[in-house]
């Protein structure tokens, strides 16, 4: 398997760019920060990684923005960046052949919770008419769709905190089942918002976080919970083949996947095997990894489980990979993460220097791979990215990089 | 300009119809491009702003000043 990577487009709490979202995982600057959007003071979520200095007028056709929600927002300005990026050429598109496998785990809250307020305070006839197309998952599918006129086989994805690489894997695999030459794959979330962050609550996994020291300790053993945060990451993939003959270039190749899933939240043989198909398509021993970019999402059993899979698999190496979270500069973003740890992988190979873990000196007692507790100078061959969804569904994705 | 226009106008402009593209010979569908769930908006916004139900007919595709017209009437027989 082989897949290219050829543009990338990324919007969280650290910035609104590549650039601006590499120099904060490089500096050490988290984007975590307390909820200003709504009142927290009774509110259980307080804080959250939240894109501030995003503005939908700023980066969104005009169009799209009142009857679309923040999370289709954010996929239409990071799908612009990836498809300009990878210097895709319209007028010399096969539209046709040209998808779209996006995740988002909750749909859009924004233009949903206006809509409420309308249907009990000004009766049913004043609601909103996106309060249906604007909130389904699948939206900012359907409104890259329309703004780029795509109509290649394309796919939503739902699961969970793994929904964003999920939909990667399967774009990939879109891809070497000959469906489409060009897809977008990623994700997109904006769940920060009062009945939005209300639900996620509900799982039990939300940190309870003081807003005057807002942190997110993804390794820590202080907290126990994950931090909410918002954002959307998209990739350009394209076959070798379609590369070539578009005379384009690539960041990265895709050359390994797997999805697998365990039976619940402390079970780990099955996220060991996921690891170990990934490598086996990719041709390639433990050995080869170079680093990880983690689910590590402070949540305790997820920890746990996570790196049982990776002792497991990589014990026996000479040199195991060094272990990263980047969840603490941007919160959890379910659909949006994923391709977003694939952004950073990137970053780590363009500058030569691994983004810490930030508040990792205080790591739980039962992480044995070595953790980047500082920004760490390597430039890694190959990179593993891990995913894992609440009930236990794995993901596993292996990048490659020629320097 | 009229309440009307002035509304529905104000309207157009937050859906990011450019205020030079808003003409009162501009047409709903041909012009100004519209879908069906923008012309429901303005709909709203008219509702909102004069307690009338209007509904835009697309298969006629009519310009603003038809619309206008439209309301304008509707607001005559509503007080007549």
């Given at each position: 398997?082989?897949?290219?990577?050829?543009?990338?487009?990324?919007?969280?709490?650290?910035?609104?760019?590549?650039?601006?979202?590499?120099?904060?995982?490089l500096?050490?600057?988290?984007?975590?920060?307390?909820?200003?959007?709504?009142?927290?003071?009774?509110?259980?979520?307080?804080?959250?990684?939240?894109?501030?200095?995003?503005?939908?007028?700023?980066?969104?056709?005009?169009?799209?923005?009142?009857?679309?929600?923040?999370?289709?927002?954010?996929?239409?300005?990071?799908?612009?960046?990836?498809?300009?990026?990878?210097?895709?050429?319209?007028?010399?598109?096969?539209?046709?052949?040209?998808?779209?496998?996006?995740?988002?785990?909750?749909?859009?809250?924004?233009?949903?919770?206006?809509?409420?307020?309308?249907?009990?305070?000004?009766?049913?006839?004043?609601?909103?008419?996106?309060?249906?197309?604007?909130?389904?998952?699948?939206?900012?599918?359907?409104?890259?769709?329309?703004?780029?006129?795509?109509?290649?086989?394309?796919?939503?994805?739902?699961?969970?905190?793994?929904?964003?690489?999920?939909?990667?894997?399967?774009?990939?695999?879109?891809?070497?089942?000959?469906?489409?030459?060009?897809?977008?794959?990623?994700?997109?979330?904006?769940?920060?918002?009062?009945?939005?962050?209300?639900?996620?609550?509900?799982?039990?996994?939300?940190?309870?976080?003081?807003?005057?020291?807002?942190?997110?300790?993804?390794?820590?053993?202080?907290?126990?919970?994950?931090?909410?945060?918002?954002?959307?990451?998209?990739?350009?993939?394209?076959?070798?083949?379609?590369?070539?003959?578009?005379?384009?270039?690539?960041?990265?190749?895709?050359?390994?996947?797997?999805?697998?899933?365990?039976?619940?939240?402390?079970?780990?043989?099955?996220?060991?095997?996921?690891?170990?198909?990934?490598?086996?398509?990719?041709?390639?021993?433990?050995?080869?990894?170079?680093?990880?970019?983690?689910?590590?999402?402070?949540?305790?059993?997820?920890?746990?489980?996570?790196?049982?899979?990776?002792?497991?698999?990589?014990?026996?190496?000479?040199?195991?990979?060094?272990?990263?979270?980047?969840?603490?500069?941007?919160?959890?973003?379910?659909?949006?993460?994923?391709?977003?740890?694939?952004?950073?992988?990137?970053i780590a190979a363009q500058y030569g220097k691994v983004?810490?873990?930030?508040?990792?000196?205080?790591?739980?007692?039962?992480?044995?791979?070595?953790?980047?507790?500082?920004v760490t100078t390597l430039k890694p061959?190959?990179?593993?990215?891990?995913?894992?969804?609440?009930?236990?569904?794995?993901?596993?994705?292996?990048?490659?990089f020629?320097h | 300009?009229?309440?009307?226009?002035?509304?529905?106008?104000?309207?157009?402009?937050?859906?990011?119809?450019?205020?030079?593209?808003?003409?009162?010979?501009?047409?709903?569908?041909?012009?100004?491009?519209?879908?069906?769930?923008?012309?429901?908006?303005?709909?709203?916004?008219?509702?909102?702003?004069?307690?009338?139900?209007?509904?835009?007919?697309?298969?006629?595709?009519?310009?603003?000043?038809?619309?206008?017209?439209?309301?304008?009437?509707?607001?005559?027989?509503?007080?007549?």
């Amino acid at each position: 398997m082989r897949i290219s990577i050829t543009g990338c487009g990324i919007v969280n709490a650290c910035g609104n760019d590549y650039q601006a979202v590499a120099q904060s995982l490089l500096s050490g600057h988290s984007g975590i920060s307390a909820i200003r959007g709504f009142p927290t003071e009774t509110h259980p979520v307080k804080v959250a990684g939240i894109a501030t200095r995003f503005s939908a007028h700023d980066a969104v056709h005009p169009r799209f923005v009142a009857k679309t929600d923040r999370f289709t927002h954010f996929a239409l300005a990071a799908s612009e960046a990836a498809m300009m990026g990878a210097g895709i050429e319209m007028k010399l598109l096969d539209r046709s052949r040209a998808g779209i496998w996006f995740g988002n785990n909750s749909g859009g809250w924004d233009i949903c919770e206006r809509g409420f307020k309308e249907f009990y305070r000004q009766g049913v006839e004043m609601i909103n008419p996106w309060q249906a197309t604007a909130w389904f998952p699948a939206a900012p599918q359907g409104f890259v769709s329309i703004r780029y006129e795509l109509t290649g086989c394309s796919k939503s994805f739902v699961a969970d905190r793994a929904t964003g690489l999920v939909a990667v894997i399967h774009g990939a695999r879109s891809l070497m089942r000959g469906e489409n030459d060009l897809v977008l794959a990623g994700g997109t979330e904006a769940p920060v918002t009062s009945f939005g962050a209300t639900c996620y609550y509900e799982t039990g996994e939300v940190a309870d976080v003081d807003p005057a020291r807002p942190v997110y300790r993804t390794l820590g053993n202080d907290v126990g919970g994950l931090v909410l945060g918002e954002g959307a990451a998209v990739l350009t993939l394209e076959t070798t083949q379609a590369l070539l003959r578009r005379q384009g270039s690539s960041l990265a190749d895709i050359v390994g996947v797997a999805i697998t899933t365990d039976p619940g939240a402390v079970g780990y043989v099955r996220l060991a095997y996921a690891i170990r198909q990934a490598l086996a398509q990719a041709q390639l021993t433990p050995e080869a990894i170079d680093i990880v970019f983690g689910e590590g999402n402070g949540i305790v059993s997820c920890n746990a489980a996570e790196e049982a899979a990776l002792w497991e698999v990589f014990s026996a190496t000479k040199n195991p990979p060094l272990y990263t979270s980047i969840k603490g500069y941007t919160g959890h973003m379910y659909g949006g993460s994923g391709a977003t740890e694939m952004i950073a992988a990137l970053i780590a190979a363009q500058y030569g220097k691994v983004p810490a873990t930030l508040h990792a000196e205080k790591a739980q007692p039962f992480w044995r791979l070595p953790i980047a507790t500082e920004v760490t100078t390597l430039k890694p061959r190959h990179a593993l990215i891990i995913a894992r969804a609440r009930e236990g569904v794995n993901a596993a994705l292996i990048l490659q990089f020629s320097h | 300009m009229s309440d009307v226009m002035s509304v529905i106008r104000q309207s157009l402009i937050d859906l990011g119809i450019p205020a030079h593209e808003i003409t009162s010979q501009a047409r709903v569908q041909g012009d100004l491009r519209l879908d069906s769930t923008e012309a429901v908006q303005v709909s709203l916004d008219l509702k909102k702003a004069f307690d009338l139900s209007i509904k835009i007919d697309f298969s006629t595709d009519p310009m603003l000043t038809d619309l206008v017209r439209l309301v304008e009437l509707q607001l005559v027989v509503k007080t007549a």
